[in-house]
């Protein structure tokens, strides 16, 4: 898939103001700082589409963006932990469950997961109840370019091991690095078969 066109629609916390649901969308999500908004930026091919911060919970509300004229790319507020109020946080979660059960036209989500990191309890909890859901999921692996490669295939086993605690099959898997563009062919290809199969 090439992106042609990428465009910010709306950005807004309550899902009865979100694009009527008559396109396929694909929701994008992880814990906070682990590097979702770079990612949507290196797909899309955007510098600045989706808003990079170094302080974790920078995203707080549901983002749409239209890409290609043809499906929306939903950027999620991150989950686990944010530098924001305890408050605000308490109102996310009602926010993205509603998302969740609402969005009909939800084609996947992809969770972003930083390779780095060994698995959190916070990102298996979140995964399974996508699961619980019926929400298509996908993992992504960001920051890949921090490891070496024996390093890299450790971090996917540990990762591997933990969902398949819960899942009879892995769900698709993506390996990536908004610094080196590296995942990028894989994951719209991903989505552009998924758009032609739902058809």
Request: charged content about 25%; glycine content about 6%.
């Amino acid at each position: 898939m090439e992106i042609t066109s990428a465009e910010f629609i709306i950005s807004n916390t309550d899902i009865e103001k979100c694009p009527a649901p008559n396109k396929p969308e694909f929701a994008f999500i992880g814990r906070s700082n682990v590097g979702k908004s770079s990612l949507i930026n290196m797909l899309t091919g955007r510098k600045d589409l989706a808003k990079t911060s170094s302080t974790p919970g920078k995203t707080q509300t549901i983002n749409h963006f239209m890409i290609n004229k043809a499906w929306y790319l939903v950027d999620l507020p991150g989950y686990g932990y944010a530098s924001v109020s305890k408050s605000l946080k308490e109102k996310w979660v009602p926010m993205i469950e509603t998302y969740f059960a609402k969005r009909e036209n939800l084609y996947c989500t992809f969770v972003l997961l930083d390779s780095r990191i060994d698995p959190q309890p916070k990102d298996m909890d979140f995964i399974r109840h996508l699961g619980t859901l019926g929400i298509p999921v996908a993992i992504v692996l960001t920051k890949t370019d921090k490891l070496k490669q024996s390093e890299l295939g450790k971090s996917k086993n540990k990762i591997e091991k933990q969902l398949l605690l819960d899942w009879e099959e892995l769900p698709p898997f993506f390996i990536t690095s908004a610094e080196k563009k590296s995942g990028r062919t894989a994951l719209l290809d991903f989505i552009e078969n998924a758009i032609k199969t739902n058809r």
